[in-house]
């Protein structure tokens, strides 16, 4: 009881309702998402390469989206974005229910990456805008668990309402976000949030924020790397999930597991994880993590189980916590005050891995089957480290140049 006490008081009211909203959203997001492939191989008869250009086109559209409503946010405030992006969620999952057709898909699914990537770079622009800086790998951390809390309960929940209707599941997760984003309008004024994007709304424009990034060599080799792990991570919900389905007695079973799986993993062992690596810093947590990923892969790659997946699982799942919330760090590092949000909604441009993963996994599992593809994105995953580490070199080098002009 003390420690949450303390932790209600540490942190800002407004954090404490977007890790719950992240619980909700995620819960009901991944209900269905995870089981899109799977849902549209069986209603529509796709093959894996068309579904994975359908599932590949939201992380596409959300390259673009991510930066323009991060920069967006910095200029026009918070709330206007993180809103406008529940409501299109509404129509997404409400759609994902009724349609048919593969183009109705496509384009819904590239509403549904415009919407994730409006609203998961501003939500983390305003956690860190309400938090000292020194608490903020903390609270990364703990959002991280808030989303794995929901994708534990989520893909058993979709599995069982599944059982009724394929649809049911699109159509639930479309009015929890309704929900959601009522009660987020309602919490936020609440809050104080005109206080707050009265204090930290910037003058930048979309152009000048996109040359700003543009020259900063740091910030795109941190890109690249993600970008590599994306393709990598990719695979876990769209060539995973077809390759299980369709090669190990009870596959869908399996795969919600598996989702679950990993969520759980991310509870448990995210923050001790955290801890025992904060002393070596972001590189040597993000070193390991893709290690890991590397193992998960070629587990899969091998296993023929239930058995041998969950073990790959659990290893892949422990890159994840590794990986993911220093890499928000990294970024965070980087970015200077008053462009905090342009800086995470430009991080989404790793969303090029998310298009490019679904379809390069797709011809991979389609001509020369899941042994060799998740080899492929064992090593290609391995690459992308050499990304990060040039951008720490090049950003402690400008580091020194800073110290020595000040001098």
Same mark, same amino acid.
């Given at each position: ?8 008081? +540490? ?60 920069? #967006? ?9 993180? #809103? ?44 860190? +805008? ?25 893909? #058993? ?45 910037? +003058? ?11 020259? +900063? ?191």
């Amino acid at each position: 009881m003390q420690r949450l006490l303390r932790f209600l008081q +540490d942190y800002h009211p407004i954090v404490h309702v977007l890790l719950l909203g992240t619980i909700l959203a995620r819960t009901a997001s991944s209900m269905s998402m995870p089981f899109l492939a799977i849902y549209l191989s069986k209603q529509s008869h796709i093959n894996p390469v068309l579904i994975g250009l359908i599932v590949g086109l939201g992380p596409l559209a959300a390259t673009v989206g991510g930066f323009v409503g991060g920069a #967006l946010s910095d200029r026009l405030g918070r709330k206007t974005i993180m #809103l406008f992006a529940l409501s299109g969620w509404v129509v997404v999952f409400g759609g994902f229910a009724m349609v048919k057709s593969p183009l109705a898909f496509m384009l819904l699914n590239m509403l549904n990456g415009l919407c994730r990537s409006l609203y998961e770079p501003v939500s983390q622009a305003l956690m860190a +805008d309400v938090t000292e800086r020194e608490k903020r790998l903390k609270v990364f951390s703990l959002r991280y668990i808030a989303i794995n809390v929901g994708v534990a309960v989520g893909p #058993l929940l979709g599995a069982f309402f599944s059982t009724m209707e394929v649809w049911l599941p699109f159509m639930a997760t479309g009015l929890i976000y309704l929900l959601y984003a009522i009660g987020l309008y309602v919490l936020l004024l609440r809050f104080g949030i005109k206080r707050i994007e009265g204090e930290k709304r910037s +003058d930048i424009t979309i152009k000048s924020s996109w040359n700003v990034v543009r020259a +900063d060599r740091v910030f795109r080799y941190y890109i690249g790397g993600s970008i590599m792990g994306a393709i990598g991570y990719a695979q876990m919900t769209v060539t995973l999930s077809q390759y299980v389905e369709q090669n190990v007695a009870g596959g869908a079973a399996l795969f919600a597991m598996l989702m679950s799986l990993n969520a759980v993993v991310v509870v448990l062992f995210q923050v001790p994880l955290s801890r025992m690596f904060e002393r070596w810093g972001p590189m040597v947590a993000i070193t390991a993590g893709n290690v890991l990923f590397a193992v998960g892969d070629i587990g899969f790659a091998v296993s023929a189980g239930w058995f041998g997946f969950m073990v790959s699982m659990f290893f892949f799942t422990l890159g994840e916590i590794l990986n993911y919330p220093q890499a928000n760090v990294l970024v965070d590092q980087l970015a200077p005050e008053g462009m905090r949000g342009t800086y995470f909604g430009a991080q989404s441009f790793n969303n090029v891995g998310h298009f490019v993963g679904p379809l390069v996994g797709g011809v991979l599992l389609t001509h020369w089957g899941g042994p060799s593809l998740f080899t492929t994105m064992a090593v290609i995953t391995l690459a992308g480290t050499w990304f990060y580490y040039r951008g720490q070199i090049l950003y402690k080098m400008s580091l020194k140049s800073v110290e020595t002009e000040q001098k």
